[in-house]
């Protein structure tokens, strides 16, 4: 082991190729050399007894259990030698100095740094906050304000209500006396009603000076703690942001021409700005050190250690890619020049799969569509459903009313006319269209059928996956039914209740759900030849004739 380097045994890579082309780090088949680093690695993860972090792989372990992704990079010494790097992303027991590990790009748990000593004084800060807002006078007073606007508000409309009867009264006298009164006895009392309308203009001032006083009272007593509060919550808005852009600038990262580009650059380029623990992953971090020490990066791989958290999906041992969000535009600048494997994102696996025609009339067209092929365009690939259609149709728009991920196969209902694909598209809105699908679970489920119920809504920081989220997610209910057990899968039909982006593959594969991710899922699972995912069964209503339309493509898993 030399520094954070530790090299590989020569008879455990004797006669194995170093790969042509660095990681496609976003989407990967782990090398045989990060094979190698990364059962190094969690042997070590195995063994380890002073990392004082609690996991949640053991029972009796206290605390509260937190995962980790850790990561490898296989490398090249000066001299030659092959070897590895290792990394974790964030912190690790609450620190960044391991000596098993490469440091992070910026250390800002450093005691006398800039960033502990601001995040010190914050804390103070958020303290005196809580403890004025807390404090009994402040609430009593407050609590005193809120009765006395109950209070007034209900006096004042009382009020205004008793002028309202006593300007109905005088009208009703005015209109009896111009009855009985000469001109001169009526002018009399006329001038007698305006003195009692100013009179009751003049209590309604009175009553509404006095409310406004006692009020002001209130108020400026409240405002000796409320204006504290303020000052101290703009010098925290202030100091954090200041703090923010300081520690933006801290992270400098480093590519094969030794060029530096802060996080503040790099992200000034996104839409988003820099987004949290930016910079404090496991391949950035990696890279930094590899660069930094004169060693060359041949091979990365990430995985999963520890209990599943509670809204993204991860399973222990298993491999994952760089996240998108916080990651790609980061490596984008450290991994300039470098020639990469592959971008699977930009091949077309539907390019050479046909496009059946399951049913077709002048409103609409139903098609089985391939596994591999994009229900409409996308950023980097054109062939899809919709320009396949377009091209057969020559002088129809086809109108896409709903779609299936681009590795789900299926039935898919495409209108051919604006009246119907509005008549359509209302019955999904509506959920009176019935879709059953069928799919292939990873693992034995217990329970023969059931209903799932979980929130989801896109996680920002990795798109296009998903997360749980019972505080801001959309609602997702899927109903399910095994339909076999065969060598440790299971075959399921899934009827989606409502249709949310992903929402099969999560509920598959999220530990409240079924816990078993649907075969070849590479972004919930593990990947395979294909996503063992098919929209068999379509049932709604003809948008013209109202007959009843029925299709069904079925699919042996």
Known sequence: ??????????????????????????FYEPHPLALIATRELRDYLESQTNLDHNFGLERDA?????????????????????????????????????AHFVPPVFDMLTE???????????NDINREVKEIEADK???ALQQELKNLTAKTEKELADFKNQLKANKQDRKKQREVQKQILNPEAYADFEALMVRSSLHDKHQLNVLSANQQEQSNELRSRIAVFSDRVEALKKQRREMSAGLQRQLFEQYVFLNQYGETKSLHDIFSETVLGVPSAAGECATPKLLQYAFTHGY????????????????????????????TGKCKPILKHMLEGMELDEDPLLINPGESKLLDIVYEDEYFVVVNKPHGLLSVPGINITDSVYTRLKQRFENIEPMIIHRLDMATSGLLVVAK?????????????????????????????????GEISLPLRGDP??????????????????RYKVVEYKDGQTKIHFWPLTGRTHQLRMHAAHEQ?????????????TPADRLYLHAAYLEFTHPVSGEKMIFEVKKDF
């Open 417 to 449: 006319t604006k009246d119907s694909h509005k008549q359509i598209q209302h019955q999904f809105l509506k959920r009176t269209v019935t879709k059953r699908y069928t799919a292939l679970l990873s693992k034995i489920i217990e329970a023969e059928e």
């Open 137 to 139: 006078t402040y609430t």
């Open 112 to 122: 006398d740094g800039f960033f502990l000593k601001g995040q010190y004084i914050l």
């Open 62 to 98: 206290e605390g509260t259990a937190i995962g980790k992704m850790f990561g490898v990079l296989v490398v090249q010494s000066a001299e030659g030698k092959l070897g590895y790097l290792s990394a974790f992303s964030g912190k690790l027991a609450n620190s960044n100095d391991h």
């Open 1 to 26: 082991m030399a520094g954070k380097v530790i090299y590989f045994d020569e008879r455990d890579i004797k006669g194995m190729a170093l790969p042509d082309r660095f990681t496609f780090p976003f």
């Open 461 to 478: 920081d990795d798109r296009p996956r998903q997360l749980v989220c019972f505080e801001h997610g959309k609602k997702a209910v899927t």
């Open 513 to 525: 759900g079924l816990n078993a991710p649907i075969v070849g899922d590479d972004l919930y699972g």
């Open 296 to 323: 060359k990066p041949f091979a990365m791989a990430e995985f999963w250690w520890g209990a599943s958290p509670k809204s993204e999906i991860r399973v222990h041992g298993q491999f994952y890619p760089a996240c």
